[in-house]
T-cell receptor, first 111, second 114 residues
C-alpha cells in the first residue's frame, strides 16, 4: 500500500513558467514532508522540507505547500529553469526514524 | 567530506549468483538506510540501521536479501541467490539519527541480473 503517492509520472513545462508537482499521503502521523531531487546516475538530494505544523515553506524559487485536511502537498518552482529537469521525489517522515518515498515525477523544462 | 560512497557502481551478474553491494556512510552519521529504486514502486526502504544495529528490516523483500553493518563506516547488502526481478538501482543513504529527514544518498549501484 503506497502511503505516499505521486500520481503524475511526468510533467513538461516551458522555461520561465511555474512547475507544480503534487503529492498525496494517507498517514496523518507523518511529521515532516520533504522533496528530493534526482539527476540521472546520481543519488537523490534533499531539496526542501516542511513541518506538519506549517502550511508553507519557501526557499528561493522553491515553495512547498501543505494541506493537511486534504493530505496533500505540492512543490512550486518559479521560474522554472532547464537545470530543474530531474526526477522529484516526495517523502514523508515517520517518527522517529524513517522516510517513505513516493514513486517520483519526472520534470522536463524546455526552452 | 566525500559523501556516501557506494561500490560497485554497476553490477551485471547471472541468475543464481551472489551479489554484494557496499556502502560507506558519511563520517559521524549514525543512521544508515538501504533503498531500492524501481519504476513501479519508486524508492523503497529495504532496511535501516541506527548505531550499527538493524532497526527495521520489514522492507527486505525475501530471505534472499540480507544486510550487515559491522562498524560505523561500512555496510553491505547481499542478495543470494540473485534473480532477474532483483534488477534495480540500490541506494545507500546516511543521516544523523535526530535529523533522519535529511538523508544523504550515495550515487547508487545499478544491478542487472540476467
Amino acid at each position: 500500500d503506497q502511503q505516499v503517492k505521486q500520481n503524475s509520472p511526468s510533467l513538461s513545462v516551458q522555461e520561465g513558467r511555474i512547475s507544480i508537482l503534487n503529492c498525496d499521503y494517507t498517514n496523518s502521523m507523518f511529521d515532516y514532508f520533504l522533496w528530493y531531487k534526482k539527476y540521472p546516475a546520481e543519488g537523490p538530494t534533499f531539496l526542501i522540507s516542511i513541518s506538519s505544523i506549517k502550511d508553507k515553506n519557501e526557499d528561493g524559487r522553491f515553495t512547498v505547500f501543505l494541506n493537511k485536511s486534504a493530505k496533500h502537498l505540492s512543490l512550486h518552482i518559479v521560474p522554472s529553469q532547464p537545470g530543474d529537469s530531474a526526477v522529484y521525489f516526495c517523502a514523508a517522515s515517520v517518527p522517529p526514524d524513517k522516510l517513505i518515498f513516493g514513486t517520483g515525477t519526472r520534470l522536463q523544462v524546455f526552452p | 567530506d566525500a559523501g556516501v560512497i557506494q561500490s560497485p557502481r554497476h553490477e551485471v551478474t547471472e541468475m543464481g549468483q551472489e551479489v554484494t553491494l557496499r556502502c560507506k556512510p558519511i563520517s559521524g552519521h549514525n543512521s544508515l538506510f538501504w533503498y531500492r529504486q524501481t519504476m513501479m514502486r519508486g524508492l523503497e526502504l529495504l532496511i535501516y540501521f541506527n548505531n550499527n544495529v538493524p532497526i527495521d528490516d520489514s522492507g527486505m523483500p525475501e530471505d534472499r536479501f540480507s544486510a550487515k553493518m559491522p562498524n560505523a563506516s561500512f555496510s553491505t547488502l547481499k542478495i543470494q541467490p540473485s534473480e532477474p526481478r532483483d534488477s534495480a538501482v540500490y541506494f545507500c543513504a546516511s543521516s544523523l539519527w535526530e535529523k533522519v529527514y535529511e538523508q544523504y544518498f550515495g550515487p547508487g549501484t545499478r544491478l542487472t541480473v540476467t
